[in-house]
């Protein structure tokens, strides 16, 4: 029979691997259909400002009515969904189902992390260790749908990721137990505000909001500067084929890293290097070069993911789990995105690709510096560490 513990890497694979088939050419398609930088950084700014709505709301229903059943819920809306680019329609057609998809897709993440913690508060394990699977998902299956676009055009991708959440949704429905509703029904909310009084949680996501108004135009705005550097559809999928594999040996060692380092250390480290990489970016003059800061994406995401999710996990009681991640996405990927896309997209239409990144690196940089000097060290509290 398969374990749990086999089963919840698969669930991540699928997951990170159903993502990146949309990310990595959506906003390429959208160039496609006519629209102007600006306005696809519009719509990249509508999806995480929803955000701040649906990862709150969506956290609190899960940690009320169970993980499982909501995660299932969320990802079979978002599969019927994401079939919707496949038909191409005008800019306020393809702004409204960016708005509604964020609503259901956004809040996937968050739980499905909080799903493999309560597993690991069980049977012991290492978060990373489970983590880093998607990663591997991501980097592979980038490299499989940047072959696919190039014989059956952007819309495939699309396809295929409706395809790799029906498998989500079946290992869900197949194997995953059905887990147990908490005891704060009813109480969500009041939950929510004891999150937000806590003082020391409040700092540390101003931070990784700060992080993000620089860091959101990495995602939205490198396929368009890839394109504008002359690159297929192939080196596309390829240099974030690197960004997923460069993830698996830092997973590897983020555990051990956080054991001996500490949360504020290691979440710093990923700052200065999200700077590094940012500047990099701005010395770009051919696709290939741009593999080279695509390389620390590892840096940049196994330790800053590591970091917050355990961060968040040290600052929660296991009840409000899903509420404390989703709180986490909805600052970072939501207003931190939301901000980060509308300065991202005018900055690349009115001063180019390469200064814009060149800025935001700068901007990154003092964003550590302000870590360093502000958020206040912790005593992290680890998963167990035994080997699931």
């Not at 880093?132 to 495939?156: K, P, Q």
């Not at 460069?246 to 590897?252: A, D, G, N």
């Amino acid at each position: 029979m398969v374990s749990i513990s086999s089963i919840l890497r698969l669930l991540y694979f699928s997951f990170y691997g159903s993502g990146v088939m949309v990310s990595s050419f959506r906003n390429l398609y959208f160039q496609q259909q006519g629209l102007s930088a600006i306005h696809i950084g519009l719509i990249a700014a509508l999806e995480p400002a929803v955000m701040l709505i649906s990862q709150p709301y969506w956290g609190m229903v899960s940690d009320s009515r169970g993980r499982r059943r909501t995660l299932m819920m969320l990802i079979a809306v978002s599969a019927f969904l994401t079939l919707g680019y496949l038909t191409p329609v005008n800019v306020w057609a393809l702004a409204g189902l960016a708005l509604v998809l964020s609503f259901f897709r956004s809040p996937t993440g968050p739980i499905l992390d909080s799903i493999v913690l309560d597993h690991l508060d069980e049977a012991g394990g290492r978060f990373a260790r489970f983590r880093l699977w998607g990663a591997v998902g991501w980097s592979s299956m980038a490299f499989v749908v940047g072959r696919i676009t190039n014989y059956f055009g952007i819309s495939s991708a699309f396809l295929s990721g409706a395809l790799g959440l029906t498998f989500v949704y079946f290992l869900l429905w197949r194997f995953i137990p059905s887990g147990k509703s908490h005891q704060f029904r009813g109480k969500a909310l009041k939950g929510f505000k004891t999150l937000i009084q806590n003082k020391a949680l409040v700092k540390f996501l101003f931070t990784i909001f700060m992080l993000q108004l620089s860091a959101a135009s990495i995602m939205s705005m490198l396929p368009l500067y890839l394109n504008q550097l002359g690159a297929t559809h192939a080196q596309i999928g390829f240099s974030f084929t690197i960004e997923g594999i460069s993830e698996i040996p830092l997973f590897l060692v983020a555990d051990r890293l956080l054991a001996t380092w500490g949360v504020k250390p290691l979440l710093v480290t990923a700052i200065f290097a999200y700077s590094l990489r940012l500047i990099l970016y701005s010395f770009a003059t051919t696709p290939l070069f741009v593999l080279i800061p695509q390389a620390l994406h590892g840096v940049c995401w196994a330790f800053f993911n590591t970091a917050t999710v355990n961060y968040i996990n040290e600052q929660v009681p296991a009840s409000l789990r899903s509420t404390g991640q989703t709180l986490f996405t909805a600052v970072f990927w939501g207003l931190g995105s939301a901000a980060g896309n509308i300065v991202g997209g005018l900055m690349f239409e009115h001063l180019g690709p390469a200064m814009m990144y060149r800025i935001q690196g700068v901007f990154a940089l003092c964003v550590a510096l302000y870590a360093i000097l502000i958020l206040p060290q912790t005593k992290t509290r680890h998963t167990p560490t035994l080997e699931a």
